[in-house]
């Protein structure tokens, strides 16, 4: 190979932030495999923002895990930043789940006890960063997020929107390369999702983020630059926004 294939297949490489290479899980349930990846390859460029949809059953979520570190394969390879995640040891997974994915989830997950200050310095805090300075940066994080007035206030004494805000920001807290969101708008009303959907793509932008999202929600599509569509496991078939017709209620394939 020369010097300027080489050169422009590392540049590929370099902006992908995932690659997923013919990914295959199989579960094991009273004595019978359950296949529910078969085969699944797939590259997310930096600072896309990816929607994962599917039926239940179509492997939509094992997927997701798959490229969010919390799973491995049984067969294939899943690279995060060129890192081939099943290569890593317990402590090396665990520093690149806090450092380079932030995981935003349907329930929330704030720590009740806490309030929402400290629930967003708390993975600082993990990674070893001083106390003041994670304090400083959770208040910046939560004003972003329109929750400067709510530092202090507990999970319980915020709305489900304000909660989900509230993720967002903990998500954001080590400056991760993706926002990994499972149904980030599954608990939420109408409007509120509405919201939190806009605020996801205004952040991509604002902090040069790849957000990837497992949803049913389909007013994600309005801001994704690319859906991926899982059936019985396998990818199905992948759209652009452009070639999605999105109208009130109903979603059409662009001719």
């Known amino acids: 190979m020369n010097d300027r294939a080489k050169n422009s297949d590392d540049h590929l490489l370099a ?3 995932v690659r997923a290479v013919d990914v295959k899980k199989v579960f094991k349930l009273g004595g019978e495999e359950v296949h529910a990846l078969r085969g699944c390859t797939l590259s997310i460029k930096r600072g896309e923002y990816i929607s994962i949809m599917g039926p239940s059953g179509s492997g939509k979520t094992t997927f997701f895990n798959m490229i969010g570190g919390l799973d491995k394969p049984n067969y294939g390879q899943v690279f995060i930043d060129e890192v081939d995640i099943a290569s890593l040891d317990a402590f090396e997974l665990a520093w690149l ?4 994915i932030g995981y935003i989830f349907q329930t929330f997950n704030l720590i ?3 309030s929402a200050l400290e629930n967003v310095m708390l993975p600082m ?39 989900q805000r509230v993720a967002v920001a903990r998500a954001l ?4 390369a993706i926002l990994l969101a499972d149904e980030p708008t599954g608990n939420l009303d109408l409007k509120t999702g509405e919201e939190i959907i806009e605020m996801l793509s205004g952040l991509k932008d604002d902090f040069g983020v790849t957000v990837i999202t497992a949803t049913h929600d389909h007013k994600m599509l309005s801001v994704s630059d690319r859906v991926i569509y899982l059936v019985d496991g396998r990818i199905d078939r992948i759209q652009r926004r452009e070639d999605l017709r999105i109208t009130v209620g109903t979603i059409e394939e662009g001719h």
């Open 97 to 100: 789940r806090c450092h380079k």
């Open 125 to 163: 805090l993990f990674s070893g960063m001083p106390e003041a300075d994670a304090q400083d940066k959770a208040a910046d994080l939560l004003q972003k997020v329109g929750l400067g007035h709510r530092l202090l206030n507990k999970p319980t004494q915020l709305s489900g929107g304000q909660q």
């Open 173 to 176: 807290a080590n400056d991760p």
């Open 15 to 17: 902006a992908n932030v």
């Open 112 to 114: 009740p006890v806490q």
